[in-house]
């Protein structure tokens, strides 16, 4: 009967073989040597600015692992594999406007089958357009005197383009100033930029424009500003100095501050014991956990030149701070 069975298997189920020996039965599958089928609807979305977007209809076996898509540049005949991927859908950015090239697709499956290609498809990717502005530009002052710096920190979201080849990054008085020659400040390849010729207690506005491999630039951003607020001056406990009770923190006020955050740590600017969060006046009681006695500690202020980073589009960030006062360091008795 165990053997009729087994017939009865093999008779259902005809991917599957059988092997019978003495005292021992095993069923194995064969192995797998059929293809997957050939991605459908290949199609090339959009092809140009320096890159070429692709989109097909996802195989539906369901021993798919990926699909490998092929690229040639300037000629049908030298095919080699761009990208793996398991998505229906790809952008090839950064290429070459005066360039052609050829693409084809094919889908493997978990045995390392892979079907047969597409039709290939060509593109050359001319820059048509200009790019789009930058956006979501956030300035930072930045005054920090333990460590010498002043400056202010800009960044952006880059345009998503596939030919992007700089920024040029401008700065005014205000937020309605002129892109132009007499406000360019500098350029850079990165969505990022310090700005160190600039003056405490002075507002700046800045404007970036993305340009391609063709030269062609976007529009200006909107602005982003800040400015570098004065350091604030510790007042109480002085540095070096018994701090009694009642453990009241003092300090000078500075101009334009939105707010400030108090800091007391175990060492200078680290391993903070406690903070104040943001508060508007420029003293405020030790609330934090029991100090030990005849032990070093460290305080120091951070103060704020806006609540929030607000963007043209609607969106916000928290603010940073923008100043930092020098650190005292106290004792208790």
Known sequence: MKINFLKAVIFILPILSV?????????????DIFAPATPRNFVLLGGGDGQAHFRWERNTEPDLREYRLYRSVNNSNSFTL?????????VDRFL????TYYYYLTAIDNAGNESVSTNIIDVQPLNISAPQPPTRVNVSGMNNPQLGVQELRLSWVPPDIGDLKNYLVYRGSDSSFTPDASTFIDSTNIAVYIDRFVQINQRYFYK??????????????????????SSPGLISPA??????????LKWAGVTDAVDYE?????GPFSDVVWSSGKIKQSEVLYSGPALQTSKVYYWWVGVYSKDK???GDGSEIPAQINSYSLVNSFFVE
């Open 262 to 266: 108090v800091f007391v740590g175990n």
């Open 309 to 311: 980073v607000r963007f």
């Open 239 to 248: 540095n070096n100095t018994r701090f009694g009770d009642p453990k009241i």
């Open 208 to 229: 970036v424009i993305a340009v391609d491999k063709g030269l062609k630039t976007s529009l200006p951003s909107k602005s982003g500003s800040d400015l570098i607020l």
């Open 82 to 90: 761009l990208v793996s991927l398991i998505q229906t859908e790809y």
């Open 19 to 31: 092997i019978i020996s003495p005292g021992c039965s095993e069923i194995t599958a064969p192995q």
């Open 96 to 99: 070459e406007y005066d360039s």
